[in-house]
């Protein structure tokens, strides 16, 4: 006789992926684009790291004569490689630590407004730095730093204190590029945060609340540790960029001022600096190859210690 009250479990059988694609057609239709960008401009080009370790010629192509680690000795050996290092590794982990606590903040801001047309203006404002040219804000920059006629130096003179040559003093621009980056960007990325909030269920609470919990108390007990997969996830990401400065960015503040490039050039912007002053592509490769190993090496590190205590949180 069979046993009443067990469930049978149902085998699954094998999905034909040429189905699976027909049926989701649109879909895939939508990732098509970034697929294709990142198989031609991510695995077409893997051959062309060969370059590293030549002396690349332009009549022969990647067949250029073998050289070996010549060129990682020569960026090694130079007196910009600590110094790049150390600025696209400073200025990134101030990017990541100060712009995840003001997107996460701007966020949890943003769920508390109850008023919707309020909420939609402002919104609208915080996203809009993010679309304009860091050319254009360049511009507005010297507007306000700008020795001469800068409206903060004629404010400062205004008050019987002296003027401030911004541009020629390195000491003040780690903590202009962290606010220039938390200006444009925090807004954009409180969207992330934002959309995983909205996704917390609501009974949650409503159960906190009738328990006695503020909107304080539930904002740190019940929002904050749900978005910590989320935040977990995203700030995995921001490590394998790490190595990566912003180029427009750096490129467009600090362009060739040499008075600050001892703090504000990264690796990025030296490596256009090298190549448009040596035409050498051999050795700009190198370094963007470093840039890569270097930043696997973080971002594998990173998620295995997540993993190890978190593993909700671990990108694989």
Known sequence: MQKTG?????????VNPLREIWDKKFLYLLALPAVLYTFIYGYMTLPYIAIAFEKFNYKTGIRSPFVGLDNFTSFFKSSWAWAVTR???????????????FAILIALLLNEIRNKPFLKLTQSAMLFPFFISW???????????GTANGMINRLIESLGGARIN???????????????NIWKNAGYNSIIYLAAITGIDE???????IDGATRFKRIIYVTLPLLIPTISVLTLMS?????????????????????????????????FRTFKNTGNPSLTMAI??????????????????VRRYYPDGALF
């Open 288 to 305: 963007g190859l470093y840039q890569s190993i270097v930043g696997f090496i973080l971002v594998y590190t990173s998620n295995r210690i």
């Open 203 to 209: 009974s949650i609470y409503e159960a906190a609340a």
């Open 239 to 271: 490590i394998g960029r790490i190595f990566y400065g912003d180029f427009g960015m750096m490129y467009a503040i600090v362009r060739d001022n040499a008075s600050i490039m001892p703090i504000a050039e990264v690796i990025d912007t030296y490596v």
């Open 87 to 101: 600025n696209t590794l400073v200025i990134n982990f101030l990017f990541l630590i100060f712009g995840t606590f």
């Open 135 to 145: 050319v254009i804000v360049s511009y507005m920059l010297q507007g306000l730093l």
């Open 6 to 14: 067990t469930l049978t479990p149902v085998k699954k059988g094998r």
């Open 166 to 180: 911004f541009y020629s003093t390195p000491s003040y621009w780690y903590p202009i590029l962290l606010i220039l």
